[in-house]
């Protein structure tokens, strides 16, 4: 007590508040404590029952049931005649053309096209036949209108033409050798040829004429490219009607041959 009378006025009031506040905060606390609490509703029970047997019994409408007016079928009179399809019209479908564009015209000059040099085939070989005919068109045969057999002699003129021919094919495969002087030497070659031609035995050296001292070395050398120009010629492409004027030949080998 002696303490509660050394506290100030604030301070009792202070005190007695607050014991008035746990007082009254006991008392609603018993208060609700004693308080009987809301009754609640019972759930309502949902009887389930269980079928065992499952009814034969249909249980679709009886059809004699509907109304009169519902069975009723319109009449074929009351039937409207359905329309008829109208097709659809065709699309038309826009083709579209490709566009070409035209080419370009370029400033550059074309080349010109190198033209083929044109190379000029050698004469054809002339066969006897031709060469009898050459002989019979410059006047050289016989004027009798007949064709002639392979034993005819021929005249001057004709042999002349024949030797021409002989020198003719000779002169391509005659090559004389070089040398001091050798431009005077001459080599006369004696040969035998067939009706076809061809050679007959070997050619032989008859003679070699401007023989010097300065080209007497050259003279084997001659001699020898003399018989081999007769080997290389063969066969030879003359007439066989006129065979009795070239069955046998003697020909000069100088260098005038060789131009």
Do not use: C
């Not at 005190?15 to 609700?32: D, N, P, S």
């Not at 065992?52 to 009179?77: F, G, K, V, Y």
């Not at 065979?243 to 020909?251: D, K, R």
């Amino acid at each position: 007590m002696a303490k509660t009378a050394n506290l100030t006025s604030e301070e009792g009031v202070g005190i007695g508040v607050a014991v008035a506040l746990h007082l009254a905060l006991a008392a609603a606390l018993v208060w609700h404590a004693t308080r009987e609490p809301p009754s609640l509703a019972p759930p309502e029970r949902i009887e389930v029952s269980l079928a065992t047997d499952i009814s034969l019994e249909s249980t679709a409408p009886d059809p004699s049931a509907e109304p009169a007016a519902a069975s009723a079928q319109p009449e074929p009179a009351e039937v409207m005649e359905a329309e008829p399809e109208v097709a659809p019209a065709p699309v038309e479908r826009t083709v579209e053309r490709p566009v070409t564009t035209p080419p370009r015209r370029t400033t550059e000059r074309s080349t010109p096209t190198p033209q083929p040099t044109r190379t000029t085939a050698p004469p054809p070989e002339r066969t006897p036949r031709d060469l009898s005919r050459e002989l019979d068109l410059n006047g050289l045969s016989q004027n009798d209108g007949e064709e002639g057999s392979p034993g005819d002699r021929p005249s001057a003129r004709q042999q002349a033409s024949i030797d021409s021919e002989i020198v003719r094919q000779l002169k391509p495969h005659w090559n004389p050798p070089s040398g001091t002087e050798v431009e005077r030497l001459v080599t006369v070659v004696r040969f035998r040829l067939n009706r076809d031609g061809s050679l007959r035995g070997n050619p032989e050296v008859v003679s070699t004429n401007g023989v010097t001292a300065s080209n007497r070395a050259q003279v084997g050398r001659h001699q020898e490219q003399a018989v081999r120009a007769v080997r290389l010629a063969a066969p030879f492409n003359l007439p066989e009607r006129f065979y009795s004027g070239w069955s046998v030949v003697t020909s000069n080998f100088d260098n005038r041959l060789a131009q």
